[in-house]
C-alpha cells in the first residue's frame, strides 16, 4: 500500500510563495516510479479540484487553470517526493492541499478525486494579508 506525507504549508501573503512536498513510501522502494501524483486542495464548503500531476516517469504534467502559469509540479526520485511550486498566490488559492496517488494518469490527471483510494492528509496553505 501507497503512503503519503503532506508537508510545507502555511500562511503566506498574497503574491508569495510556498513549496509543498509529497513523500511517498509504500511496499516497495519505487512506489513513485508506478504512480502518477496528483495535487487536489479543497476550501472550506467547496467540491475538492485538481490542481497539478505528474506522472510516474515524469514525462508528463497537468494543470488546473486556475494555476497555470504559477504552479509548477515536480519529482524527486531518489528522495521519493513529489513538489508544488506556488507561486503568485492568490486569496483564492486558500484550501487543504492534498496529494494522491494512482497508477492509472488518466484518473488522477482528468482529476477524477472520487475514484482515488490513496490520499495524505493533506497540508493547508493560507493567503491573507
Known amino acids: 500500500q501507497v503512503q503519503l506525507v503532506e508537508s510545507g504549508g502555511g500562511l503566506v501573503q498574497p503574491g508569495g510563495s510556498l513549496r509543498l512536498s509529497c513523500r511517498v513510501s509504500?511496499?516497495?522502494?519505487?512506489?513513485?516510479?508506478?504512480?502518477?501524483i496528483g495535487w487536489f486542495r479543497q476550501a472550506p464548503g467547496k467540491e475538492r479540484e485538481g490542481v497539478a500531476c505528474i506522472s510516474s516517469d515524469g514525462s508528463s504534467t497537468n494543470y488546473a487553470d486556475s494555476v497555470k502559469g504559477r504552479f509548477t509540479v515536480s519529482r524527486d526520485a531518489a528522495n521519493h517526493t513529489v513538489y508544488l511550486q506556488m507561486n503568485s498566490l492568490k486569496p483564492e488559492d486558500t484550501a487543504r492541499y492534498y496529494c494522491?496517488?494512482?497508477?492509472?494518469?488518466?484518473?488522477?490527471?482528468?482529476?477524477?478525486?472520487?475514484?482515488?483510494?490513496?490520499w495524505g492528509q493533506g497540508t493547508l496553505v493560507t493567503v491573507s494579508s
Open positions: 494522491a496517488a494512482d497508477v492509472n494518469f488518466k484518473v488522477v490527471c482528468n482529476w477524477n478525486y472520487r475514484y482515488l483510494g490513496v
Open positions: 509504500g511496499f516497495s522502494e519505487f512506489s513513485l516510479d508506478y504512480n502518477t
